[in-house]
């Protein structure tokens, strides 16, 4: 979405981490924590973590801001995300898309509770402004928007979060949206 907006151009190389190829000696080598995304750059050296991606990426465009405080209220919204919204809506999600939801019932329901938290969270500061940092759209909405705007994959209606849902359409109306993400390949599957 970041790329499409700075309108960057890339070429984007689809891993299948279902069989196994994010844990070759060569994607290794990209990323050793084995996971998507990898951003690699020109000259070879590579970027892991999302929200690291969209930083390297935004840097110097208006998607990052200069001032030193909405930078840093900027990371804050990058590790909430991280902490409180992709590991737990993200997990869900996939949990549910996948088949294995069956197998994992209580820690779905202790993770979707804790999903309920952070859109409250999100819902509340969305009372008062457009977006969450600067009144300005930013990296801290891309990151919020990945996991939030499928939660309803996960079984989560936004109905009781308004704020949110209408975020969620000012996001979706910037230039350059691209909408995503494609759907967990059939190899995902148990
Ligand atoms: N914190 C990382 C998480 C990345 C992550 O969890 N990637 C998953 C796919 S969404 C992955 O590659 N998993 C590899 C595996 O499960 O083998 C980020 O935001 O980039």
């Keep these: 979405l970041l790329l499409s907006q700075i309108g960057k151009s890339y070429q984007r190389i689809p891993v299948e981490i279902f069989r196994g190829e994010a844990k070759t000696p060569e994607f290794l080598a990209k990323n050793p924590a084995a996971e998507v995304p990898v951003l690699e750059l020109d000259d070879g050296r590579c970027i892991a973590e999302s929200n690291a991606i969209l930083w390297h990426l935004a840097r110097g465009t208006p998607f990052l801001s200069n001032d030193s405080f909405e930078q840093t209220e900027t990371l804050r919204w990058l590790l909430f995300e991280q902490s409180g919204v992709e590991p737990i809506v993200g997990s869900a999600r996939f949990w549910i898309l996948t088949g294995r939801a069956a197998a994992r019932r209580d820690e779905l329901a202790r993770r979707l509770e804790i999903a309920r938290r952070s859109l409250g969270v999100l819902n509340g500061v969305l009372a008062s402004r457009s977006f969450f940092v600067g ?14 705007h499928v939660a309803p994959d996960a079984g989560i209606d936004l109905d009781p979060w308004p704020n949110v849902k209408k975020w969620i359409a000012r996001v979706e109306a910037q230039p350059g949206y691209i909408a995503g993400p494609e759907p967990y390949s059939a190899a995902a599957q148990v």
Excluded at 135 to 148: G, H, M
């Design 135 to 148: 009144e300005r759209y930013s990296i801290a909405d891309v990151a919020l928007y990945a996991y939030t």
